[in-house]
């Protein structure tokens, strides 16, 4: 079992930045890939980023350029810094991780950017 909790969600203005956290615990020994989806009302769950235990990064179209996405591997955590946000970044925020080939998410972070 793996237990993800996130933070670092709130509001902001339209152009402002918010900073995401997530740190896994629970029984497990290695963390592949970790990182974060998002999924707005009635929408399919989206990419955001995501970071593969040897650093490397994959983003979503809609957030290149203004994400970015790291992680400790000793602490078991990713974090996500969000800049120059936009209204439609609003969404729940969610982090994932990987161990095993399973998935595992957390209960998912809010985002507002207010225009």
């Known amino acids: 079992q793996v237990q993800l909790v996130e933070s670092g969600g709130g509001l902001v203005q339209a152009g402002g930045s918010l900073r995401l956290s997530c740190g896994a615990s629970g029984r497990f020994t290695r963390i592949g890939v970790m990182g974060w989806y998002r999924r707005a009302s009635g929408k399919q769950r989206e990419l955001v980023a995501t970071i593969t235990d040897g650093g490397t990064t994959t983003y979503g179209d809609s957030v290149k350029g203004r994400f970015t996405i790291s992680r400790d591997i000793a602490k078991n955590a990713v974090s996500l810094q969000m800049n120059s946000l936009k209204p439609e970044d609003t969404t729940v925020y969610y982090c994932?991780?990987?161990?095993?080939?399973?998935?595992?998410w957390g209960q998912g972070t809010q985002v507002t950017v207010s225009s």
């Open positions: 994932y991780a990987e161990v095993r080939n399973y998935a595992y």
